[in-house]
């Protein structure tokens, strides 16, 4: 085996076409569903690699194509060997089960993705319409409150915050 470092970027696809193994290199370039992206390291985390094409692992996740043998679907802190023989690149795929987080990033719940009533996600931290509200936060702005009566739409990674009904007795 060479262990010499390849100065250019090293095309995984094009390598894997020919049947050719992957020389070391200080870059390789990757396809993750229809991109190339540049990874410079031989052995990123799956979650590095969906961030690279502006997916997170609480809503996609990253399957690895070979032309040899099955797909195989990477989990997000699993390190993927860029040099394996027969990696042709990466699918992302909608999950069904996502993360959602209730209090913070720190509190995830798994929850089906599509349409779901706030009753649903106030459940999921044992409380009800009754008594609280539930706010979302979206794209960086402070939290409202979600109306109790329409559906929320859920594809994975949101970020919602409860807080007391006010006006209600104790």
């Known amino acids: 085996m060479n262990d010499q470092v390849a100065e250019v970027e090293i095309d995984v696809f094009e390598l894997a076409e020919r049947g050719e193994e992957v020389p070391h290199a200080t870059k390789y370039r990757v396809r993750i569903d229809c991109e190339r992206v540049t990874v410079d390291t031989p052995e990123p ?3 590095a690699l ?3 094409v502006g997916k997170r692992p ?4 990253l399957i690895a194509e070979f032309t040899h043998c099955e797909d195989r679907v990477i989990e997000p802190g699993e390190t993927v060997d860029l040099r394996q023989r027969g990696l042709k690149g990466f699918l992302t795929a909608h999950k069904e089960i996502v993360t959602i987080f209730i209090g913070g990033p720190e509190n995830p719940y798994r929850i089906e993705r599509g349409d779901h009533t706030v009753a649903q996600i106030l459940a999921k931290v044992d409380k009800t ?3 609280y509200v539930l706010l979302e936060e979206k794209d960086g702005h402070p939290p409202l ?3 109790p009566d329409m559906p929320v739409k859920i594809c994975g990674c949101e970020m919602f915050y409860t807080q007391p009904q006010s006006g209600g007795s104790s």
């Open 45 to 47: 985390k799956g979650a």
């Open 145 to 147: 409150p979600v109306p």
């Open 129 to 131: 319409t009754d008594g």
């Open 58 to 61: 609480c809503a996609f996740e």
């Open 50 to 52: 969906l961030a690279k």
